[in-house]
């Protein structure tokens, strides 16, 4: 791939990731402006937190799909040279769901577009991560802490597979991601942490109250 393939390439990357659906969603469907509601950001745990399961599930599936549709923006000049490159190109996405065109550089945490790159490059480890996240919150009723876990043993699978591509990308991205969800940290420390309306922890909050 030559480099100004690559530069088209992870510009029409950036623009699919920075597509807001969690916002067009919420203004469209909900008349909710999920910038201003919640923590303000635009992904999955903001829209399961203000606008409901089904919005959150909309908004999950279509931001990993645009991670996905992203990295294979470096198919768009023929047969991609090596798998890395889906990961190279597949940055865009998720830099443009993080600081997306339509909504002033805003975005979200990435971790959807992000796994939505990682099924592109590694579609095992998306299965894996997948299990790990739906597990976690079925257990927790915490979509941000099932994010960070996801992360952090998608890292130590790259590593435990000697793919150091992925190590060095998986460590910066968990990095970024823990960052992003410092203000959650908090509230699951402080046992205030928004939760989904489903999960065994949910369930038995509410059993007793």
Same mark, same amino acid.
């Given at each position: 791939?030559?480099?100004?393939?690559?530069?088209?390439?992870?510009?029409?990357?950036?623009?699919?990731?920075?597509?807001?659906?969690?916002?067009?969603?919420?203004?469209?469907?909900?008349?909710?402006?999920?910038?201003?509601?919640?923590?303000?950001?635009?992904?999955?745990?903001?829209?399961?937190?203000?606008?409901?399961?089904?919005?959150?599930?909309?908004?999950?599936?279509?931001?990993?799909?645009?991670?996905?549709?992203?990295?294979?923006?470096?198919?768009?000049?023929?047969?991609?040279?090596?798998?890395?490159?889906?990961?190279?190109?597949?940055?865009?996405?998720?830099?443009?769901?993080?600081?997306?065109?339509?909504?002033?550089?805003?975005?979200?945490?990435?971790?959807?577009?992000?796994?939505?790159?990682?099924?592109?490059?590694?579609?095992?480890?998306?299965?894996? #991560?997948?299990?790990?996240?739906?597990?976690?919150?079925?257990?927790?009723?915490?979509?941000?802490?099932?994010?960070?876990?996801?992360?952090?043993?998608?890292?130590?699978?790259?590593? =435990?597979?000697?793919?150091?591509?992925?190590?060095?990308? #998986?460590?910066?991205?968990? =990095?970024?991601?823990?960052?992003?969800?410092?203000?959650?940290?908090?509230?699951?420390?402080?046992?205030?942490?928004?939760?989904?309306?489903?999960?065994?922890?949910?369930?038995?909050?509410?059993?007793?109250?």
């Amino acid at each position: 791939m030559s480099s100004m393939h690559f530069i088209i390439s992870f510009i029409l990357a950036y623009c699919l990731g920075s597509l807001p659906f969690g916002y067009w969603i919420g203004k469209l469907f909900y008349n909710q402006d999920i910038l201003n509601a919640g923590s303000g950001n635009i992904g999955t745990t903001n829209t399961f937190r203000v606008l409901g399961n089904r919005a959150g599930l909309t908004v999950l599936v279509l931001d990993i799909l645009k991670g996905t549709a992203g990295a294979y923006m470096a198919a768009i000049w023929g047969n991609v040279p090596s798998k890395e490159w889906l990961f190279f190109v597949g940055l865009g996405a998720i830099i443009g769901h993080t600081f997306s065109m339509w909504i002033k550089f805003r975005g979200g945490k990435a971790v959807a577009t992000s796994a939505g790159v990682l099924l592109a490059y590694t579609p095992h480890l998306f299965v894996f #991560a997948s299990l790990v996240f739906i597990t976690v919150i079925l257990l927790s009723s915490m979509v941000s802490l099932g994010s960070m876990i996801g992360f952090t043993l998608v890292t130590l699978a790259a590593i =435990i597979e000697q793919d150091w591509l992925l190590t060095v990308i #998986a460590v910066a991205l968990t =990095i970024f991601v823990f960052y992003r969800h410092r203000e959650n940290i908090k509230r699951i420390k402080a046992g205030t942490e928004s939760l989904v309306p489903f999960g065994l922890y949910y369930w038995s909050k509410h059993r007793q109250s």
